[in-house]
């Protein structure tokens, strides 16, 4: 059965972190808004762990730096151009290197002669 909401303890063990990085992480990342029942216990809804499981992500395996996380986690990643193949262009250039290296085969064989 999935909890409502779990304690910092229980996320830190889940997810195997320090209480004190995910506290660090509540002042760093606004997306982590967990809420406190009675006294000072946090407690974390299943989609505040999936949250912080992404941040760990970022940070951790992906060496995201925190600037970095937060805007990967406020706009999303960001869209790589894709690549085009320029066949085209690339005969062209091919060519104009061959005509290059027959005129300057052209030149070497006049220089040697004179």
Do not use: C
């Amino acid at each position: 059965m999935k909890k409502l909401y779990y304690t910092i303890t229980e996320v830190s063990n889940l997810l195997e972190l320090k209480p004190y990085v995910i506290r660090y992480w509540e002042t760093e990342f606004p997306q982590l808004k967990m809420s406190r029942k009675t006294g000072r216990n946090r407690r974390y809804s299943p989609k505040e762990v999936e949250t912080i499981k992404r941040i760990k992500t970022l940070l951790y395996d992906k060496k995201y730096t925190i600037k970095g996380a937060k805007a990967h986690l406020k706009d999303g990643p960001k869209k790589q151009p894709e690549v085009v193949k320029v066949t085209k262009g690339t005969e062209a250039i091919k060519e104009i290197i061959d005509k290059v290296n027959s005129i300057r085969t052209i030149v070497r064989e006049t220089l040697d002669k004179i």
